[in-house]
């Protein structure tokens, strides 16, 4: 989840609703961002490829990231 002031929290059921849904399509990858630091979610986001938030304002809560 994330909220209008870009905190952002764990839902595991979200989280494996995603991996069920969009896990086995190829080029798909659902990522766990409770287990990322930093760094590793703002080299996602600047690396190759289309990366979504799938998530509750997620534009504001990855913006200090990129």
Do not use: K, W
């Not at 979200?14 to 399509?25: R, T, V």
């Amino acid at each position: 989840h994330g909220t209008e002031a870009g905190v952002m929290s764990a839902d595991a059921a979200i989280l494996q609703e995603d991996i069920s849904m969009f896990g086995g399509i190829d080029g798909v990858t659902v990522h766990n961002t409770a287990t990322l630091s930093a760094s590793e979610i703002s080299a996602m986001l600047r690396g190759p490829g289309t990366t979504i938030g799938a998530f509750c304002n997620s534009g504001i809560c990855l913006a200090p990231f990129r």
